[in-house]
């Protein structure tokens, strides 16, 4: 059974910083495409962050440029999210997904598998 399942998240001041990881099992993790989402309440889900199964290509929401970081271990079957100078508007539940699509793409219709989800919340 295939099981992504996050941790990490959890409540910081803005301009503060998380690290959220993504543990896989039940698939062949080193052949996904490893994203993030996340979702506020009252809004659709959207794209914050995506690696290739090789790591050669990596795609990122305007919103998080320059502050987030996506990376993934392929030894550790892990993905993770690095976010700095977090922002209220941050606030929400993040998904990792795993898409069998080589391509980073931005639209949750290519994505397979997805995790549970975990709270972050950035106060002002």
């Known amino acids: 059974q295939v099981q992504l399942v996050e941790s990490g998240g959890g409540k910081v001041e803005a301009g503060g910083s998380l690290r959220l990881s993504c543990a896989a099992s039940?698939?062949?993790?080193?052949?996904?495409?490893m994203a993030w989402f996340r979702q506020a309440p009252g809004k659709e889900r959207e794209f914050v962050s995506a690696?290739?199964?090789?790591?050669?290509?990596?795609s990122l929401a305007d919103s998080v440029k320059g502050r987030f970081t996506i990376s993934r271990d392929n030894a550790k079957n892990t993905a993770y999210l690095q976010m700095n100078s977090l922002k209220p508007e941050d606030t929400a539940v993040y998904y990792c997904?795993?898409?069998?699509?080589?391509?980073?793409?931005?639209?949750?219709?290519?994505?397979?598998?997805w995790g549970q989800g975990t709270q972050v919340t950035v106060s002002s």
């Open positions: 997904a795993a898409s069998q699509y080589a391509y980073a793409y931005r639209n949750t219709r290519y994505y397979d598998y």
């Open positions: 039940g698939l062949t993790f080193s052949r996904y495409t």
């Open positions: 690696v290739s199964s090789n790591a050669g290509s990596t």
